[in-house]
Nanobody, 116 residues
Framework: QVQLVERGGGLVQAGGSLRLSCAASGSIFSINYMGWYRQAPGKQRELVAVITTGGNTDYADSVKGRFTISRDNAKNTVYLQMNSLKPEDTAVYYC??????????WGQGTQVTVSS
């Protein structure tokens, strides 16, 4: 089994920054990618950013230029640096690990609240 532990959520004013981390442990085989998704109240969960083992990244249009995803392969940890935060970034942020072709593991989620 794989466990994902997220850290770094909190309350910040608009324009501020937060850094999320997600550490994976357990029986990890063949990581395809790790990433961050978010879910705001009343909305569907959406992709924020993902990064492959090789370092390729993909971002939601809404966060491009403001968020940066990175990873430490040796520590099986992924980070999300969030700058210039906006109230619409308020959501529960979830870490996801894709193993192989279609096996997904999710973290418990961490709340990010941006006040105006």
């Amino acid at each position: 089994q794989v466990q994902l532990v997220e850290r770094g959520g909190g309350l910040v004013q608009a324009g501020g920054s937060l850094r999320l981390s997600c550490a994976a442990s357990g029986s990890i085989f063949s990581i395809n990618y790790m990433g961050w998704y978010r879910q705001a109240p009343g909305k569907q969960r959406e992709l924020v950013a993902v990064i492959t083992t090789g370092g390729n990244t993909d971002y939601a249009d809404s966060v491009k230029g403001r968020f940066t995803i990175s990873r430490d392969n040796a520590k099986n940890t992924v980070y999300l640096q969030m700058n210039s935060l906006k109230p619409e970034d308020t959501a529960v942020y979830y870490c996801k690990l894709r193993s192989g072709v279609r096996t997904d593991y999710w973290g418990q989620g961490t709340q990010v609240t941006v006040s105006s």
